[in-house]
């Protein structure tokens, strides 16, 4: 994991707001640093290094036999060896041992098409000098950044605003951007700074001297179109699961450092650790918040999960006045909005994580998406939308309510979603959680702010934009909720920790979160993934 800035100005670049912008992400590559500008002088590429993979050799940016392309990147290329093994015998010259340079010689080879062959997380920028073409490719679920910005005749990329500010990009708020976040539907594209914005999940932006577009590449594919037989897996799906996810762990346990786990105690976490434990001889670093409330504090499971798997446990101690003193600097790297403490726990967390001499570890984020772990994508499981005349006839009574009077701070937000509420069998506690978060909000909102909004409804206009890119409307209730939450909440708020990981040069790895996983899972039956006989069954 590192720090990434590109530069396209036709004026030419400015070599020294690149060192600038260099300079913001020095956290994220406290290891070294490089640089390129093109002989034309308006090209550049800023990398600064977290060094995992071939630490002595493996410096950026990049550059394929002849020079013709160049890259800079920020991630993990998970396979790599077996794809570099292929890419030899085809002819091509290796000059030294990073994962990242199997994609300079796959675009020789496929064009644009290489992103397909590119399986991990990452953000990186790659320049054709005979296309005269800049691509800058975010991974499939965005849990690397990358964000960009234009200033004049110049386009400036990087893997955090920051960057992009130290640079003259002005910092103001794009007060739609917020609102939409404060509602937890963030739309993947902007941020919350006006004129800053972020490539998309699964996309890539593509500058020529004309201009530049965003292209999809990757899409959650859809779900089978007629319901499957659901309920208790059978054998072979349990197996096959197991295989991906044991698989997904130890190629993500490759590294020339040692890799260590983040440990909640957990069904996901442990689960982690314990392949992780069973797939080397020496003990797993395992990482714990410990909180001084035990309504919060996980650590004794954690550290039962530790023991059984032999791990090596730290726990690291945090309090409510710890949390408030670098609450601040978690917002200031998260640079999102900040809806609770977790943030700042997990910050602490990465720093303690560095102090024990560790640079990557594991983690077991994506869980809960793939497996159905929450509450509210259970229930929506449950909802069948059934069409038959008995089904319409059941609907009557719901449809008499009054979305108004039933639900009225979900209502003043969006009468689309309380109207939803009404006709769904939707949990009323999950319904008073999320309508007194609601008035909690609106209450510390200022009347001018709200006004500039007026009837506006965030969460039909966030469900039209995912129904326009996916086709969602035609899925189940349980895999629309899924989406919904994987490109709003799950990829600018959850993620986001990467911000906070690499304040202190710690990166993340997410075997839950390979797209090879995420496309079987999402053919299998819901009723099987989401209604079995207990939660991530």
Known sequence: MCGIVAVRSSSGVDAEALRRAMDALAHRGPDGRGRWISQSGEVALGHTRLAIIDPVGGTQPLANED??????????????????????????????????????????????????????????????????????????????????????????????????????????????????????????????????????????????????????????????????????????LVKRVRDLVTESVRTRLQADVPVGCLLSGGLDSSSILGIAGASQDTPVGAFTVGFDDADFDESPGAAEAARFSRADHHVVAVTDRVLADHFHDAVWHAETVQYNAHGTARFLLSR????????????????????????????????????????????????????????????????????????????????????????????????????????????????????????????????????????????????????LDMAHGVEVRFPFLDHALLEFLQQQPLDTLANAPREKH
């Open 67 to 236: 020079g013709r392309i160049r890259l800079t990147c920020n991630g993990d290329f998970y396979g790599y060896r077996e794809v570099r093994q292929t890419l030899e015998q085809k002819g091509h010259t290796f000059r030294a041992g990073s994962d990242s340079e199997v994609a300079l010689h796959l675009y020789e080879d496929h064009g644009r098409d290489f992103v397909h062959h590119l399986r991990g997380q990452f953000a990186f920028v790659l320049w054709d000098e005979r296309e005269g073409t800049l691509l800058a490719v975010r991974d499939r679920l965005g849990i690397k950044p990358l964000f960009f910005a234009e200033v004049g005749d110049t386009l400036l990329l990087a893997s955090e605003a920051k960057a992009l500010f130290a640079v003259g990009v002005r910092a103001r708020w794009d007060l739609m951007a917020v609102y939409q976040l404060l509602h937890a539907c963030p739309r993947p594209s902007v941020t919350m700074f006006a004129g800053v914005r972020q490539i998309p999940p699964g996309h890539m932006l593509v500058s020529t001297p004309a201009g530049y577009r965003l292209e999809k590449y990757w899409e959650v594919p859809n779900p089978p179109a007629l319901p499957s037989p659901g309920g208790e897996p059978d054998a072979a």
């Open 352 to 499: 303690a994580v560095r102090d024990a001499g560790y640079k990557s570890v594991l983690a077991g984020e994506g869980a809960d998406e793939l497996f159905y772990g929450y509450e509210f994508t259970r229930a929506a499981a449950r909802v069948t939308g059934s069409r038959s005349i008995l089904g319409t006839l059941r609907m009557l009574p719901r449809l008499m309510r009054s979305p108004r009077r039933r639900y009225p701070g979900l209502h003043a937000a969006s009468p689309w979603m309380a109207r939803l509420a009404t006709l769904l069998d939707v949990s009323p506690a999950l319904l008073r959680r999320l309508t007194g978060g609601l008035d909690s909000l609106h209450s510390l909102l200022s009347p001018e702010f709200m006004r500039e909004f007026g009837d506006y409804d965030v969460y039909h206009d966030f469900y039209q934009d995912c129904d326009r890119a996916a086709g969602i409307s035609a899925w189940p209730p349980g895999r629309q909720l899924t989406y919904l939450w994987l490109r709003s909440i799950f990829a600018n708020y959850h993620l986001a920790a990467d911000r």
